[in-house]
């Protein structure tokens, strides 16, 4: 009989469970050792590094940050100065380095939004209008030119919505936005039911099936959560319920699937979203990506027990009749699928 063999059956309980933690941590920390020198060399976290990747990534945060401000029911006039000032500096030198291409176009295309808004409002944004026309001079561009990129803004409709959602997968995929305007009616629990058994049907891993949904609806409780994830200031306030997704870490059984719950948690999340989205409400996704303190206030706040892992927020209200989303661009389809 083996070693392994004789331990299983001869050891006590709190030895046998000993042994195991010390074998699964041996093989665990190489894994992660693994993951973190992959990140520390290439994650955009050393800015001195200047890979354009890193530097789209950066344009890209600064640009969307404006267009979520944008899309907000009542946007403060001249909010968001110092990322704008980041986003111009951004912009320099990208333009310069690798010419006039994404993501730099749609922020400048941002820009434009963000001064458009503001003389719809009898302000001439000053503070963004002068620089932009001097980059944009400097790199022989005009602002007419500027206006054909995607970018800011999109004005919409509940109606134009439930026309799109109507109009067969593809039309149904891509009228689903990220909501920031909420009209402030009930989400019906029948309804969050449906949309939870819908997103039921998410692939996972060995249909393990690892999720769970966590549903907010009293104002004093989602108001704590929001405050705790700190990116939904004004339109959280708007939601109709903050749902809170997880995913239990004992449903996973190798060294291998250290990930799985990020990754079969957020298929669910997307499925979750497009289920909402089928039902006529409206859904914003709220980053989880946050340090120890936060995670451990959330999991006080919500009463999420420690096996499950948080994987996000969402915030779900109804759709008011007119509103704006943000328009983002998407990069050409040969730049995402790779023919091998």
Not at 60 to 87: C, D, W
Not at 98 to 108: L, R, S
Not at 169 to 187: A, N
Request: net charge positive.
């Amino acid at each position: 009989m083996s070693i392994k063999k004789l331990i299983l059956r001869y050891a006590p309980g709190g030895v046998r469970r000993t042994l195991r933690d010390v074998y699964f941590a041996s093989k665990l920390v190489p894994g992660h050792l693994y993951d973190y020198r992959r990140f520390l060399a290439h994650a955009g976290l050393n800015k001195s590094r200047n890979a354009q990747a890193e530097r789209a990534a950066r344009i890209t945060l600064y640009y969307h940050q404006v267009e979520k401000g944008m899309s907000l029911a009542e946007p403060r006039l001249n909010f968001g100065k110092p990322i704008i000032e980041s986003l111009f500096s951004e912009l320099e030198g990208f333009l310069r380095d690798y010419g006039v291409a994404a993501p730099a176009t749609t922020g400048i295309a941002a820009l434009i939004s963000y001064i458009d808004f503001h003389q719809r409002h009898g302000e001439q944004a000053q503070h963004v209008r002068e620089p932009l026309a001097k980059l944009l001079a400097r790199h022989g561009l005009s602002m007419e030119q500027a206006r054909d990129w995607s970018g800011g803004t999109l004005p919409t409709s509940r109606a134009e919505i439930e026309q799109a959602r109507h109009g067969g997968f593809k039309s149904f995929f891509e009228s689903r936005h990220s909501i920031r305007q909420f009209s402030g009616g009930v989400v019906a629990p029948d309804d969050l039911r449906r949309a939870v058994e819908t997103a039921q049907k998410t692939p996972s891993v060995c249909n393990r099936q690892s999720w769970q949904v966590h549903a907010f609806s009293q104002p004093e409780q989602m108001a704590r959560l929001l405050q705790i994830q700190s990116g939904s200031r004004g339109f959280g306030e708007q939601a109709s319920a903050v749902l809170v997704v997880t995913s239990d870490l004992r449903s996973f059984l190798g060294v291998a699937e250290r990930y799985q719950a990020w990754i079969d948690g957020g298929m669910f999340a997307m499925s979750l979203c497009l289920a909402l989205h089928d039902l006529g409400y409206g859904s914003c996704c709220l980053n989880w990506s946050k340090e120890p303190d936060a995670d451990k206030a959330l999991r006080a706040a919500a009463g999420i027990e420690p096996y499950q892992q948080i994987i996000m927020l969402l915030a779900v209200g109804t759709l008011p009749e007119q509103f704006s989303v943000a328009r983002s661009y998407r990069p050409p389809v040969d730049q995402v699928l790779v023919l091998h």
